[in-house]
């Protein structure tokens, strides 16, 4: 899951939020944030996931 901190369309803390919900239902998730905003994360973060999918 990934938010950036600067996003203007979904405030940063409804992301956080969001993780928060999901993590007291044990899903098993890891949290990425950036500098950006309401747009695609960074590459390391898109290599991340990629490699995640791919599993």
């Not at 998730?29 to 490699?51: C, M, R, S, W």
């Amino acid at each position: 899951m990934a938010h950036g901190k600067n996003d203007q369309r979904v405030e940063y803390e409804l992301g956080t939020q969001s993780r928060d919900i999901l993590k007291s239902y044990d899903y098993n998730l890891t949290f990425y944030d950036f500098a950006g905003g309401h747009a695609t994360p960074p590459k390391n973060i898109l290599e991340q996931v990629t490699n995640w999918i791919g599993n």
